[in-house]
């Protein structure tokens, strides 16, 4: 498995929450084995974000087809005085056996809409719990960030650049899977090209051209030792000047069979460099060389540079996008909605949940533009397309895994079925989403039996 | 390599940026084989963070040592039409065998402050930028943010919980390492504890007391099954109303050598409901029952916290830590300053670097407050003591790698020698930060030779 660098398998079931551990301990005392079902949802939209984009179910469904314990974990456990050996015993055989129903990825969602729903017996739907947010949520941050660039530059070259400030190497590959689900473009991440077939992009850095005595040097070698889409980054010294000097120098090199695909722009104000590079480039007959702009941009950046007409045909996103800068983790929750039949929720202050398992319903006007969802308990059957579909039966996938690509496209389309005003930068939630009677008559019905039993062991008041 | 999780070298050196590769084609094409230096440093401290802190050179290291393409990496390059054949031949051979130089782990440092040197042939120093920002700057921002959660609550226990909420695997157990060398006192995430042997703290989820008929039976079962550390989370339902049935509840459980060492709240007011729970607890005889708190925590809420006097005895923080939410990434860069002898930098607006390989000495007080630190040139010999030690020769670590203990007490020390005002949260920086003058006339002589190259391949002017 570890072989695998795209499925995010490779750790094993360590890497969880001790609790996991210590609740799957009391579970097996108290012989809770029946069926519960957890979901996966996200309570709040970040600030100004009208939608939320599913993504990295392949992943999580990787992960709970290969979750195993190593043999050295299992040690590490027993040198532990907190677990009995039987217990740890019983973790060797370990495997996940049940279903999972999911909105396919690139799926717009909105707050309280499950997107994963996850239903086995007891300690296998809790043990993977830690495992499946650090999976959805880092994606579905990403997408939905990359999905803000789209929206902001439509019609440019969007690459992401973010790889060295990504947190870590997972983080950093699955950005770029997460960022092209998203509409970007491709990565500059290579691995990711290799992993997901992701288009990889690369340009040169500044110190190709420093370690060079004089930058047309630079420019020439990087030319010539890299015929196909050749880019020069040409703001190390003084980007005007080193503009002026690629006419003549690709005369030179074109007779030789040579070509430039474009220049990159990295830092000062680069609406206001690429006006003039624009101009040098046309008057030099180079107007068929593009340019690309990277530099701290993130998809409000981006807008402007776009609205002020700078002649920028790409742009390249990194920090900002890899870490979702704005708002780099969402509030979400995984959360236990029936054991052994019975719908449960959590009743605490500013956090409670919808009890019972659950389907989303999608209604669509004569345009085919969203009008609203509606959540809704599973045995319901309402009006609209249903969200959440089975893709594992008893621990393994019900069919191949769609394409990244059919993903991208998905997205794309569900953008496009959005009213207007929800897919702005600065939007509100885009869609209204409402909660079905019938979840909200299990709802109180829960909420009452939850009470009857708190009074019924309650001790005499002190 | 792939069998240790914790040394974060597990993808081969494809995880990097496509220009990476694309300018070793082009110091090969260019025959440039000569030593260079980079240097890894930071522009700017995040908004009120008076200080930085040194983390992860330990997987700099081990992914410096264990570089290599891997030959499904190779396979895939020769199917690009972008490399030569003899140049993908070429990075078979690929290995790290330069010098390096580093502040240890733990250190406390400043902008443009160099943290690790790298001196190696060019295209080995190059290929290695990607990664080692990767690995640098996200334990640099946890450990910063540890210390200053450490510093809103020097007394209480302080445990990582946000492997859910980082940005996939390897941020999570690495958030862990790093908030360890900031000072916390453990981490929930089960596998730092067996890579680094941090502690591992771990209570219960809502969903182990929703999953049971009533809230009494699952306290019950969780401490007949998991009699050592225990912990109950009591904000379900409804907190007070948990706690008061406690004493009753563990008074039967006492007799027969159970017992109960903290209780959990995870949400509404933590103040006030910490401070009633208290004294519900200390009136039925359960005052060494500890309180625990967590739920979108910061130092800020932190502090806000410990300085309100509510009787909370540790803090678990999630999200907010491993994202380093406040400042999700850092202004950092790993740049060339010498090439063939020759000390280089880029003069790109606001985006300048001081050239040349440098050494940074520290200067106390006779109190043994840090006074002053200067940035010089490495050839210099200043007052202070010189920060930078030589930690790997010729590709190999000079000496077995210092636990992380001592990287942690390391930190306590310097932070204690921080002058009062930059340990603050809203801190300025803590410490002034000069450059000595031979440094200034080095990059002024820098200057003036890349200007005079400049204007001798200058074309004429249009």
Redesign the interface.
């Known amino acids: 498995m570890?072989?695998d660098?795209g499925n995010?398998s490779?750790?094993?079931l360590?890497?969880?929450?001790?609790?996991?551990?210590?609740?799957l301990?009391?579970?097996?005392?108290?012989r809770?084995h029946e069926m519960?079902v957890?979901e996966f949802f996200v309570r709040n939209l970040p600030t100004g974000r009208g939608y939320l984009v599913a993504a990295g179910l392949d992943q999580v469904l990787s992960f709970l087809e290969s979750a195993r314990f190593t043999a050295?974990?299992l040690d590490?456990l027993r040198s532990r005085?907190?677990f009995t050996p039987a217990f740890v015993d019983s973790l060797s055989a370990f495997r996940f056996t049940g279903d999972v129903r999911a909105m396919p990825e690139g799926s717009v969602f909105f707050p309280h809409e499950p997107i994963l729903q996850v239903i086995a017996p007891?300690s296998e739907a809790?043990l993977v719990?830690?495992?499946v947010?650090?999976?959805l949520?880092?994606q579905v941050l990403i997408a939905g960030k990359a999905a803000r660039c789209k929206a902001a530059a439509p019609n440019s070259l969007l690459v992401d650049?973010g790889?060295?400030?990504?947190?870590?190497?997972?983080?950093?590959?699955?950005?770029a899977r997460a960022a092209y689900i998203g509409g970007f473009d491709g990565t500059?991440?290579?691995?990711a090209?290799?992993c997901f077939g992701i288009p990889?992009?690369?340009?040169?850095?500044?110190?190709?051209v420093?370690?060079?005595?004089?930058?047309?040097?630079a420019f020439e070698?990087?030319v010539?030792?890299?015929p196909?889409?050749t880019v020069l980054l040409i703001?190390?010294?003084?980007?005007e000047?080193a503009a002026?000097?690629l006419p003549?120098l690709m005369a030179g090199l074109r007779e030789e069979g040579y070509s430039l695909s474009a220049v990159r722009l990295?830092?000062?104000d680069l609406a206001a460099h690429a006006t003039k590079v624009r101009r040098?480039l046309d008057?030099?007959g180079l107007d068929a060389v593009r340019i690309f702009a990277s530099g701290g941009l993130d998809e409000y950046r981006i807008l402007k540079l776009v609205r002020s007409g700078a002649p920028i045909d790409g742009f390249g996103v990194g920090?900002?996008l890899d870490?979702?800068?704005d708002a780099?983790?969402?509030d979400?929750a995984y959360?236990?909605v029936e054991?052994?039949g019975v719908a449960?929720?959590?009743?605490?202050?500013?956090?409670s949940t919808w009890p019972g398992r659950k389907q989303v319903y999608r209604t669509r006007g004569d345009n085919g533009i969203v009008t609203a969802d509606c959540i809704a308990r599973a045995e319901e059957h309402l009006d609209g397309e249903p969200l959440l579909d089975l893709v594992m039966r008893g621990g393994r996938r019900v069919e191949r895994t769609e394409t990244i690509e059919a993903a991208r496209a998905r997205l794309r389309m569900q953008i496009e079925q959005l009213p207007e005003a929800g897919r702005q930068l600065d939007a509100l939630p885009a869609v209204p989403v409402r909660v079905s009677d019938g979840l909200r008559s299990l709802a109180a019905e829960t909420d009452r039996c939850?009470e009857e039993?708190?009074a019924?062991?309650?001790?005499p008041?002190?």
């Open positions: 570890s072989e660098p995010g490779s750790p094993g360590l890497l969880t929450d001790l609790y996991q551990l210590t609740m301990q009391g579970y097996r005392y108290a809770m519960a957890f050295s974990e590490w005085e907190q007891i809790q719990e830690t495992r947010i650090n999976l949520q880092f650049f790889l060295r400030r990504a947190h870590g190497s997972e983080a950093g590959l699955l950005a500059s991440t290579v691995l090209g290799q990889v992009y690369g340009t040169m850095a500044h110190s190709f420093e370690a060079h005595d004089d930058e047309s040097s070698n990087f010539r030792a890299q196909v889409n703001d190390t010294y003084d980007t000047r002026r000097r003549g990295d830092s000062g040098i008057a030099g920090s900002r870490t979702s800068a780099p983790y969402l979400c959360k236990l054991y052994a449960r929720r959590k009743l605490s202050e500013t956090k939850i039993r708190l019924l062991s309650e001790g008041a002190r």
